[in-house]
């Protein structure tokens, strides 16, 4: 069964033009989003076909926090119900499947991510992943080969995400959508978020674009090249200097 015939029995729906695309990739994958565009949704959809097809795979899915993390898990957990799956473990932390095959939930801290092996690794709001955690995740797919899909809104221009999205790599195949490009998203609310937030903060929410809440017009990039400093504590304390 095809990804997008697997998203159409799990989620009992046609997925959005940006879903096709992202369904039919397999190599490691980035997405810069805005907020509500239905990436937990197919990234659950992707950690099923992988945890169905590919008999005895560990599947790993790496929030900031465990209660982002077992809801990306779940949404993976009632899309294999809805296909019939027999469950033979479902915890708060981990699901197994009669093949053997394991989709576990894992918070954002290195401790809890280092000793894992595994097949897929998806790093959700991976924005907010500590560095150190970020790394150590990475590492869990060094003796599989495994797949590694890293996708988030934006928080601001730095961090790993950040690099990762500029990364000119060619093994990152890089998708990018906007709250305004789905249809479950009403013009009415993105209009209504827009009036109660800077642009800046309506972008970097909403816009899939990494900006500069409160500077003005400050391109981080050569900001970086001008001072040399582009770590997120040295921009945070330029956030907490401002006006």
């Given at each position: 069964m095809t990804a997008r015939e697997l998203f159409i029995r799990m989620q009992d729906s046609e997925p959005l033009a940006w879903q096709e695309e992202y369904l039919r990739e397999t190599k490691d994958t980035v997405l810069l989003k805005g907020r509500q565009v239905g990436?937990?949704?197919?990234?659950?959809?992707v950690a099923n076909r992988r945890a169905i097809y590919w008999p005895g795979s560990t599947v790993a899915i790496v929030s900031p926090s465990m209660?982002?993390?077992?809801?990306?898990?779940?949404?993976?957990?009632?899309?294999?119900i809805a296909v019939g799956e027999h469950l033979v473990k479902d915890s708060a932390g981990l699901i197994q499947l009669r093949n053997g095959s394991r989709i576990i939930s894992l918070p954002g801290s290195a401790k809890s991510v280092r000793g894992w092996s595994v097949d897929l690794l998806i790093l959700d709001e991976a924005a907010f992943i500590d560095q150190e955690t970020f790394l150590a995740a990475r590492a869990t797919t060094a003796a599989t080969g495994g797949r590694t899909i890293v996708q988030s809104t934006p928080e601001g221009p730095?961090?790993?995400?950040?690099?990762?999205?500029?990364?000119?790599?060619?093994?990152?195949?890089?998708?990018?959508?906007?709250?305004?490009?789905?249809?479950?998203?009403?013009?009415?609310?993105?209009?209504?978020?827009?009036?109660?937030?800077?642009e800046e903060e309506y972008l970097q929410e909403y816009g899939a674009q990494f900006t500069n809440p409160g500077l003005g017009l400050i391109d981080p990039e050569r900001l970086g090249e001008l001072t040399g400093k582009d770590d997120k504590e040295w921009w945070n304390r330029m956030k907490a200097s401002r006006p």
């Open positions: 990436a937990s949704t197919t990234s659950g959809v209660k982002q993390s077992t809801e990306v898990k779940d949404r993976a957990k009632n899309g294999l730095y961090g790993m995400f950040y690099d990762v999205w500029l990364d000119p790599d060619p093994r990152w195949a890089k998708f990018k959508i906007t709250s305004a490009e789905v249809p479950t998203i009403s013009k009415e609310f993105l209009e209504r978020e827009r009036a109660t937030m800077s």
